[in-house]
């Protein structure tokens, strides 16, 4: 079992910035080798992809609504993925997931294909 406890959501004007970080815990798989993401879900909506990052942190990808303005990292020696986030808009404005896909290297962009993901933290941002 692997553990994702999110923090860092908060109320923020537009413009502004904040950084979510993930602390994985528990069972590690195959020395945390394993792809993270960042989804996304507001009121009466699907889950959203946001970001994603491979084993390494070498490769990321992005959802083309956060291109430029959120950046996925992460740091494997503290087990942690961080969401650094630019440039808010109210429509980012959502709950906010990390996922863990302990069964692939490197991620996908789908909801299902993760198999941990945390409790979500809350991002609001003000117009």
């Known amino acids: 079992q692997v553990q994702l406890v999110e923090s860092g959501g908060a109320l923020v004007q537009a413009g502004g910035s904040l950084r979510l970080s993930c602390a994985a815990s528990?069972?590690?798989?195959?020395?945390?080798?394993?792809?993270m993401g960042w989804f996304r879900q507001a009121p009466g909506k699907e889950h959203e992809f946001i970001a994603a990052i491979n084993w390494s942190g070498g490769t990321t990808y992005y959802a083309d609504s956060v291109k430029g303005r959120f950046t996925i990292s992460r740091d494997r020696a503290k087990n942690t993925v961080y969401l650094q986030m630019n440039s808010l808009r109210p429509e980012d404005t959502a709950v906010y997931y990390c996922?863990?896909?302990?069964?692939?290297?490197?991620?996908?962009?789908?909801?299902?294909?993760?198999?941990?993901w945390g409790q979500g933290t809350q991002v609001t941002v003000s117009s």
């Open positions: 996922a863990a896909d302990t069964r692939r290297t490197m991620p996908t962009m789908i909801w299902g294909n993760f198999n941990y």
């Open positions: 528990g069972r590690t798989f195959s020395g945390n080798r394993y792809a």
